[in-house]
Every structure is written in C-alpha cells, then in structure tokens.
Nanobody
C-alpha cells in the first residue's frame, strides 16, 4: 500500500490549502481514510476521517473549517482546509489500512 500526500505549503492566517492523499493498492472507497497531524513537540492527533460509507468525522478543533472528501475515480482523498490558523502548523499525514503516507508540511504565518 502506498499513500502519497501532497498539497502542503506556507499560507497566511485565514488562508486555505487543499491536501491530497493518492492511494495505490487500496481502494479509498473500501476502507476508512484518516488525516492526522503532528506539530513540533506534540503527539500525532486525528484531524478528520471518512468511512467506507462516506460518512465524515472531524476533530473538535476543526470547528467547521476543514472538509474531507474523496474522488473514487482518482482513488484520492482530499482535505480542504480553510480559515487556517497558526495553531494548524504541523506535518499532515494520511492513513489507510494502518499504512501511513510520507506527510506534507503545513505552515501558517501570523
């Protein structure tokens, strides 16, 4: 299983980014896919999850700012992040079937 995460970058407070997680050897519609993040000096934490049925779950700190979706034809999961805050700075990882992507860095300047 390979998960290729991309889309991170540097944005100003209030900006937006869309992260992508392209999967190979698994079907993103047949398993739960989850985004996690890890800030410097902190533990990795769950950000959002989409289940096999397409239901989504967001961590409380998302507060309606992030939207998780998937494109079955592209076998890719997306995390649209709006109204970014400096506290959102972290490396973001996707996970599926207990496999991890390589992570993509998100930095938010104040």
């Amino acid at each position: 299983v390979q998960l290729q995460a991309s889309g991170g970058g540097l944005v100003q407070t209030g900006g937006s980014l869309r992260l992508s997680c392209a999967a190979s050897e698994i079907n993103v519609s047949s398993t739960s896919m989850t985004w996690y993040r890890q800030a410097p000096g902190k533990e990795r934490e769950l950000v959002a999850r989409i289940t096999r049925s397409g239901s989504t779950y967001n961590a409380d700190f998302v507060k309606g700012r992030f939207t998780l979706s998937r494109d079955i034809a592209k076998n890719t999961v997306f995390l649209q992040m709006n109204m970014l805050e400096p506290e959102d700075k972290a490396v973001y990882y996707c996970n599926g079937q207990n496999c991890w992507g390589q992570g993509t860095q998100v930095t938010v300047s104040s």
